[in-house]
């Protein structure tokens, strides 16, 4: 497929770099091709985590992960009816609002807002942020009173959640990857730092290894690790590229073949760049999705 498309506003519309499910249309007319009903959706990078919402929503049973305390939040707010058990907020005037998830995704969903995506947590915040806290708690609670739940959620670097479906036997029909990949000059985006590194630990400590997946010198020793992987767990794996990163399309393909990783599908999408690339350089704003046969394709 080869599409240009209007971006629309998504379902779920929140603060989240990177958020691609204003292109839903295309991601759902690559994927329910390859999905069976009911059959399981999961994500390495779920970051908004709008598509898997929608892919929820339309009955998939779905899994989401991300290393960010702020994506899993948002995940467990929308998507689920748990609470956090533990709470060790970072600063005091965190306490108030780490009981629920709801709380803690406006928490962040406001701290973009008001401070945009290249800031610290700060250590105090005034009555302008409380408000826009309690509004983005109307609207998570909201988005939750939808009822549309998924199967499971993790807040893991992607190589640990590869490994532990795998060692867990969870089988997934379609696995979808989006990394927070650099920018095309090789430079590092700076918002994946904040989302995954500083809005990590702000509710509670985790273990969590990030693997620094954006990293120009590794991103493609890594993808191959991931596909790897991914292969090992899947019917068919999803890889998301846009034409604003390294690895652009030609040298990703190239190390993708060379490494057998012989995709049997590569779908694009266009759409006018504006709000779309971050650079404001192009005038158009290209989406790249390769399908690659999983190992589980043959099994029953
Ligand atoms: C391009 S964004 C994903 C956007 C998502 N597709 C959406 O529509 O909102 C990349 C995501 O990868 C996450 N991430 C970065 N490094 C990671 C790692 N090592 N393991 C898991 N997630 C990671 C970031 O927190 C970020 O949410």
Redesign the pocket.
């Known amino acids: 497929m080869d599409i240009f498309i209007k971006a629309k506003k998504p379902e779920l519309d929140i603060e ?6 204003r292109f839903f249309e295309f991601f759902d007319a690559v994927i329910s091709d390859l999905m069976k009903e009911g059959g399981i959706y999961a ?9 898997a919402y929608m892919f929820a929503k339309k009955g998939y049973k779905v899994i989401t ?4 305390e ?2 899993y939040s948002v995940a467990k707010a929308i998507l689920s009816d748990d609470k956090p058990l533990n709470i060790a907020p970072k600063y005091a005037w965190l306490k108030e609002y780490g009981d629920t998830y709801i709380k803690r995704a406006a928490v962040f969903a406001s701290l973009v807002d008001e401070y945009g995506y290249n800031s610290s947590v700060p250590e105090t915040i005034n009555e302008d942020i409380k408000e826009k806290i309690s509004q983005r708690i109307k609207y998570f609670s909201n988005m939750n009173k939808n009822g549309v739940r998924s199967y499971k959620n993790y807040n ?4 640990q ?1 590869l490994d532990h479906l795998y060692e867990n036997k969870i089988k997934v029909d379609v696995l979808f990857m ?4 650099p920018w095309r000059d090789g430079k590092k985006t700076e918002e ?1 730092e904040t ?2 590194n500083e809005y990590l630990n702000v509710f509670e400590e985790s273990n969590n290894n ?5 990293d120009k010198d590794t991103v493609i020793d890594n993808v191959l690790i991931t596909l790897e992987k991914a292969k090992k767990v899947s019917k068919y794996v999803l890889l ?1 590229n846009q034409s604003s990163n390294y690895p652009t399309p030609e040298i990703l393909e190239i190390n993708l073949l060379v490494n057998n990783f012989n995709y049997i599908k590569r779908h694009t999408m266009l759409v006018k760049s504006e709000y779309e690339d971050n650079l404001g350089k192009n005038e158009y704003f290209r989406e790249y999705l390769y399908v690659i046969k999983g190992d589980l394709l043959n099994e029953n």
Do not use: C, P, R, V
Not at 65 to 68: H, L
């Open positions: 989240y770099y990177g958020q691609q499910s994500e390495t990078n779920s970051g908004s985590n709008g598509n992960n991300d290393i960010s702020y994506s893991m670097d992607l190589f959640y989006d990394f927070a990949w994946y989302t995954t990030i693997t620094e997946i954006w998301s």
